[in-house]
């Protein structure tokens, strides 16, 4: 008891003594990889399965920064984030602009290469798809996963209280969600986490 006791105690002290700095950040977002869209019931002869067009997207949101021993850090972030998919299905000429808006939680563990000027960072990001179950035409969406997963790794200048940052997302689980035509009974899958590269600015308070 009295070492769990001496463990808490130097955690808390570790923590309290920690070098702690919050920022805002803002992203350009650049989705590096295509979802696919594929006809799973069509009731024409020809079946689909095509790649949408990919739209740059933003993120905002607010980060912390808590140093850790032997020149680690901490970094939880929390943002917004929102990017667009088009596609043309052939069969019923609808279009779809299927937006993806996003609560992001990354939480990253960075190493200060040069000092608090350059810091590299890697972690697990969990998303929550806030997107509504759109309409097209007369296809309506079916979201099926709210929650992903993914992983992001970057670098992190800074300059003051100037923040210069440049990220990969990539993925574990995917975004799926089924657009049915109420009429024709014609189904066709999106089938997307895909892969981001994200710059941007932010400002250390």
Known sequence: MKQIFSVALLGLSMFASAQISLAGKANLIFPTGSPSWRNISNTASATIENKGKNNVGFNIGLSVKASLPMAFFLMPELYYTTFKNEFTDPVSNTTFNVRSNRIDLPVLVGHKVL????????????????????????????????????????????????????????????????FVNRVSGEEIRYDNRPNLFMVGLGYKF
């Open 115 to 178: 000092g608090d000027m350059l810091g590299v960072f890697i972690g697990p990001v969990a998303s929550y798809n806030l997107s509504k179950e759109d309409t097209f035409n007369d296809f309506k969406e079916n979201a099926r996963d709210n929650f992903t997963v993914g992983y992001q790794f970057g670098a992190q200048l800074e300059i003051k209280k100037l923040l210069i940052n440049a990220r990969y997302e990539g993925a574990f689980s995917k975004d799926q969600r089924n």
